[in-house]
C-alpha cells in the first residue's frame, strides 16, 4: 500500500462515527508523523494462521477493540455457516487489555446469536483448549500475545477440538473476515443484554477444577512424593506475570510437592512484564530472580512458565552446584526419556505409541524415542500442526499419541488438549527431577548419560529482527538468497539435500522454510517467524563430544548468519 492510501486510511478513522473519541485522539497525536501513520495504516492487522498478533494501539495494523471486532464477526459469519447453534469459549492473559479484547469479542459472538463462555480473569492457554473439548464448544478464543514484549497483544482461534486452526481452516475465517469492510458491519450486544439472552456465560471454578484433574492425571509416580522425599525436594517457581501462577501451584500440590516457592516480585498479574526484560522462560536473564530465590532455599530445580503458560523453562543444577538453563530441546529429551521408560516400566508402553515433533526440533529427542520403540512423526514449526496428527489419530485409532513438543518449549502429555501446556510440562519435569534425586542423580546427571548414550547433540537459534516494511521486504530478500542460490557447502560440509517446504512437502502443507541437510548429519533452517516480525535461523549438530558439537555449531552459525546479515 502507498503511503498515500495509508494516509487516507488515516483520514477515514478520524472521520468515522463508528470511531470513538479516545482512539480519534490517540490518532490526532500521531499528526504529521509520516513514518508512524505509515507503519500503523499500511496494511490491515493479518489474520494468519496463528490468528491475530501486534503493536496494542490505533490503526488497522494494531491491535485494538475494532481489529478485535472485526476478526470476531468474521468469525461469527463462518461459524454460523458451519452449524445451526455455534459455542465458543473464551480465555484471556495477563497482557494490557486482554480482559477488554476478550469481553468485546464474547459480546460481538453474542450479537450474532452465538453463545460465549467467558473466563473471569486470566486462564492459561491450555486450559482454554481443555474446556473448548470438554464443553463440547465449537471453537474457541485466547487473547494473547505469548511471550513477545509488553506492547503486544494477540487472538487465537481455536476449532471444535480444541486445536488451533490449521491453514484450510484458517483460510476460510480469513475470507470471511475480509468480507467484513466496514466497522458497522460488526455487530455487539451490551454486556447486560448478553447475560439476559444467556448468550454470555461466565466460566468458574468448576472449569478450574476438571482442568487442574486432567493434568494431575499426567502423573506416572503419584506415590513418589508421599514420604520423606517430598518434604526435602525443593521446587522454585515463577509465573513471569502471567496465568500460571495458580494452576501449575494447584497440579504441583495434588502431585504430592509440598515445598514450592513462587517467585514473590514475579508472582502477581502484571501486563508491563516489570521485573524482565522479556517474559520468555526461553531466556535465562528471566530467571534471574528465581535462581537467587533458588539459592536461598537450596533448590533442586526452577521452572518459569510465560504470561500465558503454554510454554515452559527449567533451570537446574550443573556439578559446580551452578543453576544452568536448560534448552527446550535438552528438557524435551528428558521428559521424553522420563515418559516412556516409565510407561515401559510400567508395562503401558504401547506397541503403536508415536511421539510428535516439529521439523526444526532436535533429533535426539526421536533418537530416544526410537529406542523405546516408538514412533516419530514431524510436523511444520507450531503446536497446531502436532494437535491436528492427535485429533488424527483419535479418529483412526491407529497410533496412541505419546508426547508432542517443539524447540520452542512447548511440550503436551495426555490427550486432554490439543495444544502445548506448561502446566503439564511443569508436572513433568519436577516428577523426573524428583524421581531421578531419589537415586541420587540430578537432571543435569541424566542428561550427561543421554549424549553418551544417543550422542552429542546440540542446537542454536539465531533471530533476527526486521521491523516495518523494510523489514519485511529484508526478509523476503534473505529466504529468496538462500532459495535461489543454495550453496553446494556451507563450513567446509558438503549440503546433501535442501528441503523447500514453500510448495509442500513431504505431505506438510505448504510454508515459507528451508531446511538444509548437511553430509555430517548437521542441518539449518531458515524460517520468518509467524508471530513476529522476525527472521529465525535454527542449527543442529551431532558430535563425537560435548566440545566437538559446540565447535560445529559455533562454524555453522558463522558461517550461514555471515551470508544472512550480509542480505539482511
Not at 521452572?303 to 559446580?320: Q, S, Y
Not at 553446494?488 to 510454508?511: H, I, K, M, S, W
Request: proline share 4%; charged share 25%; glycine share 10%.
Amino acid at each position: 500500500m502507498s503511503l498515500q492510501a495509508a494516509h487516507e486510511r488515516y483520514e477515514a478513522w478520524l472521520n468515522d462515527p463508528y470511531i470513538d473519541e479516545a482512539t480519534k485522539e490517540e490518532l490526532r497525536g500521531i499528526s504529521g508523523q509520516k513514518k508512524e501513520i505509515e507503519d500503523r495504516f499500511y496494511r490491515d492487522l493479518e489474520f494468519g494462521t496463528g490468528g491475530l498478533r501486534g503493536v496494542m494501539g490505533a490503526g488497522t495494523n494494531r491491535m485494538n477493540v475494532y481489529t478485535v471486532g472485526k476478526a470476531t464477526q468474521g468469525l461469527a459469519e463462518w461459524l454460523l455457516q458451519r452449524e445451526s447453534a455455534p459455542s465458543v469459549v473464551i480465555a484471556h492473559d495477563s497482557r494490557n487489555r486482554s480482559p477488554e479484547f476478550a469481553l468485546h469479542a464474547a459480546l460481538v459472538l453474542a450479537a450474532n446469536g452465538i453463545k460465549a463462555y467467558l473466563f473471569p480473569s486470566l486462564r492459561p492457554t491450555p486450559q482454554l483448549s481443555y474446556t473448548v473439548r470438554s464443553l463440547k464448544a465449537s471453537g474457541g478464543i485466547v487473547v494473547t500475545a505469548s511471550h513477545n514484549p509488553p506492547e503486544y497483544n494477540g487472538y487465537k482461534v481455536y476449532g471444535a477440538d480444541g486445536c488451533q486452526l490449521v491453514p484450510a481452516a484458517a483460510e476460510q475465517v480469513i475470507a470471511a473476515i475480509r468480507q467484513v469492510q466496514s466497522f458497522d458491519q460488526v455487530k455487539r450486544l451490551s454486556r447486560e443484554e448478553a447475560e439476559q439472552k444467556g448468550l454470555l456465560q461466565w466460566l468458574g471454578e468448576r472449569e478450574d477444577q476438571d482442568y487442574v484433574k486432567a493434568v494431575t492425571a499426567q502423573s506416572l509416580n503419584r506415590e513418589l512424593l508421599q514420604g520423606e522425599l517430598g518434604e526435602r525436594f525443593a521446587v522454585v517457581y515463577t509465573p513471569l506475570h502471567g496465568a500460571g501462577n495458580i494452576p501449575v501451584r494447584e497440579v504441583l500440590r495434588e502431585a504430592g510437592f509440598r515445598r514450592v516457592s513462587v517467585v514473590p516480585e514475579q508472582e502477581q498479574p502484571d501486563g508491563y512484564f516489570s521485573t524482565v526484560k522479556s517474559p520468555n522462560p526461553e531466556e535465562r536473564e528471566a530467571f534471574e530472580l528465581a535462581i537467587e530465590l533458588a539459592r536461598k532455599v537450596d533448590a533442586d530445580i526452577i521452572i518459569g512458565t510465560d504470561p500465558d503458560c503454554d510454554r515452559m523453562g527449567a533451570v537446574v543444577r550443573n556439578h559446580e552446584g551452578e543453576y544452568v538453563a536448560l534448552t527446550g530441546n535438552q528438557s524435551g529429551a528428558l521428559m521424553i526419556y522420563y515418559v516412556l521408560s516409565q510407561l515401559k516400566e510400567q508395562g503401558r508402553l504401547p506397541e503403536n505409541g508415536v511421539v510428535v515433533k516439529t521439523i526444526v526440533t532436535s533429533e535426539m529427542g526421536a533418537d530416544i524415542a526410537r529406542h523405546f520403540g516408538a514412533e516419530v512423526v514431524n510436523t511444520l514449526t507450531g503446536f497446531k500442526y502436532i494437535g491436528e496428527k492427535m485429533t488424527q489419530y483419535e479418529k483412526s485409532g491407529e497410533k496412541t499419541f505419546l508426547f508432542g513438543y517443539e524447540e520452542s518449549y512447548g511440550y503436551l502429555t495426555g490427550t486432554y488438549a490439543r495444544d502445548k501446556d506448561a502446566v503439564v510440562a511443569s508436572l513433568l519435569i519436577c516428577e523426573a527431577a524428583a524421581y531421578y534425586s531419589r537415586q541420587g542423580k540430578s537432571l543435569y546427571d541424566v542428561l550427561l548419560e543421554l549424549y553418551e548414550q544417543f550422542g552429542y547433540y546440540q542446537e542454536h537459534l539465531e533471530s533476527r529482527t526486521l521491523k516495518g516494511i523494510d523489514g519485511v521486504q529484508k526478509i523476503q530478500a534473505i529466504m529468496e538468497d538462500w532459495r535461489t542460490n543454495a550453496p553446494a557447502e556451507v563450513a567446509g560440509v558438503t549440503v546433501n539435500r535442501v528441503l523447500d517446504y514453500q510448495g509442500g512437502l513431504d505431505g506438510l502443507p505448504p510454508e515459507n522454510v528451508l531446511k538444509f541437510l548437511l553430509a555430517d548429519g548437521s542441518w539449518f533452517c531458515l524460517r520468518p517467524s509467524g508471530t513476529e516480525p522476525k527472521i529465525k535461523v535454527y542449527f543442529a549438530v551431532k558430535g563425537s563430544s560435548r566440545e566437538d558439537a559446540s565447535a560445529k555449531v559455533a562454524r555453522l552459525t558463522k558461517a550461514v548468519m555471515g551470508r544472512v546479515d550480509q542480505v539482511g
